[in-house]
């Protein structure tokens, strides 16, 4: 089983939201944390949010606080992120990842789906 | 925010040539420092975790080391399959991540 598989690509309009979804197989909802990263095109990574399903415990950056939402259904094992307001800056490659459930903590994510192409167009 | 500079941004690189990547923290994250390998259009995948650990499968050309704000990755021997883009990345609190260093075989 692959452990994270993640919905299909989305096309918004600026100031709509897209929610993006990770459904979540084996041991990894129950005994990990799930994060969301993007990459804009030709970019870097940069890290949204995460949130422990096993307790609904979200951690975001500051950067994202007021505009990712990060939930848990433990009814169907999956993880959505919600980015709202959205922009032209926001069209990336988003992934889901799964990691450790501490914070600080020299355990890597070992793990990243297979990424969500969202695309903000006019 | 923890800062990640990584060195060079990108570098290009002979067949069974040996290749070091360097990356500093803006402070000290202790061994909390990993590193991802990127071929384009895939996900990352994780190569070595904690500094130095190589995550499972991961060939033993590659090798970590630093501590506190300065960290390396190394390739012994450079294969063709070895290219990509490389970033290191710190959990020691909010996850951030170096900029990238983009490996080409000549």
């Known amino acids: 089983q692959v452990p994270l598989v993640q919905s299909g690509a989305e096309l918004k309009k600026p100031g709509s939201s897209v929610k993006v979804s990770c459904k979540a197989s084996?041991?990894?909802?129950?005994?990990?944390?799930i994060s969301w990263v993007r990459q804009a095109p030709g970019q870097g990574l940069e890290w949204l949010g995460r949130i422990i399903p096993a307790s609904g415990i979200t951690n975001y950056p500051q950067k994202f606080k007021d505009r990712v939402i990060i939930t848990a259904d433990k009814s169907t094992s999956t993880i959505k992120m919600t980015l709202r307001s959205l922009n032209y800056d926001d069209t990336a490659v988003y992934y889901c990842t799964r990691g450790p459930e501490a914070m600080y903590t020299n355990n890597a994510p070992d793990f990243w789906g297979q990424g969500t192409l969202v695309t903000v167009s006019s | 925010d923890i800062q990640m500079t990584q060195s060079p941004s990108s570098l290009s690189a002979s067949v069974g040539d040996r290749v070091t990547i360097t990356c500093r923290a803006s402070?000290?994250?202790?061994?909390?420092l990993h590193w991802f390998h990127q071929r384009p259009g895939n996900a990352p995948k994780l190569l070595i975790s904690a500094v130095s650990t190589l995550h499972s499968g991961v060939p033993s050309r590659f090798s970590g080391s630093g501590s506190g704000t300065d960290f390396t990755l190394t390739i012994s021997s450079l294969q063709p399959d070895d290219l990509g883009t490389y970033y290191c990345q710190q959990t020691y609190g909010s996850w951030t991540f170096g900029q990238g260093t983009k490996l080409e075989i000549k």
């Open positions: 402070q000290s994250i202790t061994n909390y």
């Open positions: 084996g041991d990894t909802f129950s005994n990990y944390a």
